[in-house]
């Protein structure tokens, strides 16, 4: 039964299913299907970050080549020398654990040179350097 709507506008002819409309398309518009259906956003589940709590390579572990180093020389007051800051400077470098093989014992020769210079005349308090690259006999 077509008719106006409360509006004045004519109602349009009922097509498919369903009620008959009592208003226009104006004020009753199509139902749009699920268009606009409001769009629940997915439920992003916050993951934890990355490990960073356990850092791989995290060098320099109090009591270290560095630290021990830095303590032994600091023991004599060679900490400040041109050999102990070298051998600080080498220990570091071998606690960074970038060098592998070779390299990393050249470094450890150095290191063991360098550090006995920065040492000499000084009586060794501890013996860093055959505690962590094996007894030096001689
Ligand atoms: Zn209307």
Request: glycine fraction near 12%; charge should be positive; hydrophobic fraction near 35%.
């Amino acid at each position: 039964m077509a008719g106006l709507c409360e509006c004045g506008r004519a109602i349009p002819p009922q097509v498919g299913p369903g009620r008959p409309r009592t208003k226009c398309e104006e004020c009753s518009p199509t139902r749009p299907r699920n268009r606009g259906a409001k769009t629940r956003p997915a439920a992003v589940v916050r993951l934890p970050p990355p490990a960073t709590e356990r850092p791989q390579e995290t060098p320099a572990a109090p009591g270290g080549l560095l630290g021990t180093t830095r303590a032994q020389l600091a023991a004599h007051g060679r900490d400040e020398t041109p050999d102990g800051v070298l051998a600080l400077t080498l220990a570091a470098s071998i606690e960074q654990g970038t060098h592998t093989g070779s390299s990393l014992a050249a470094l450890a020769r150095e290191f063991r040179t360098v550090l006995a210079a920065a040492m000499e005349g000084t009586t060794p308090t501890a013996d860093v350097i055959d505690g962590i690259f094996g007894s030096k006999t001689g």
